[in-house]
């Protein structure tokens, strides 16, 4: 389990800094402010996540067998898709029904937070 998420918080670290560069050089200029703004977020909880799964990857070591870590890390993948996924999509193509999908990212990173804590608080 440590291995997974180690490489899924490398692979997402990365994928926060071509889209942050991206949207600093490519979209700048081209999206509404208001927009820009909504990119900006999407790409900012993108890259706080992906250090997230890094966490859960690192705790991972110390508990190998436990639900709630294993639980945090794909909660947090789903959140990295669902939150920053709908508005990255929101922010190019300006479909504002995107937006309906972005709660369920954000409670989906709420949880993982909560699963990660009470994985911790259970080390003994």
Same mark, same amino acid.
């Given at each position: 389990?440590?291995?997974?998420?180690?490489?899924?918080?490398?692979?997402? %670290?990365? #994928? =926060? !800094?071509?889209?942050? $560069? @991206?949207?600093?050089?490519?979209?700048?200029g081209?999206l509404?402010? &208001?927009?820009?703004?909504?990119?900006?977020?999407?790409?900012?909880?993108?890259?706080?996540?992906?250090? %997230?799964? #890094? =966490? !859960?990857?690192?705790? $991972? @070591?110390?508990?190998?067998?436990?639900?709630?870590?294993?639980?945090? &890390?794909?909660?947090?993948?789903?959140?990295?898709?669902?939150?920053s996924?709908?508005?990255?999509?929101?922010?190019?193509?300006?479909?504002?029904?995107?937006?309906?999908?972005?709660?369920?990212?954000?409670?989906?990173?709420?949880?993982?937070?909560?699963?990660?804590?009470?994985?911790?608080?259970?080390?003994?």
């Open positions: 389990m440590p291995r997974v998420f180690l490489l899924l918080g490398a692979i997402n %670290g990365t #994928l =926060a !800094v071509l889209l942050g $560069a @991206f949207g600093a050089h490519a979209l700048r081209h509404p402010p &208001g927009m820009m703004e909504v990119y900006h977020t999407a790409n900012q909880y993108h890259f706080y996540h992906a250090l %997230g799964l #890094l =966490a !859960v990857g690192m705790a $991972a @070591f110390q508990m190998p067998d436990s639900a709630a870590l294993r639980w945090s &890390g794909w909660l947090m993948l789903a959140g990295i898709v669902l939150f996924g709908s508005l990255y999509a929101l922010s190019v193509s300006g479909m504002r029904w995107l937006g309906i999908i972005t709660p369920f990212g954000g409670t989906a990173f709420i949880i993982a937070w909560l699963l990660l804590a009470m994985a911790v608080w259970r080390i003994s």
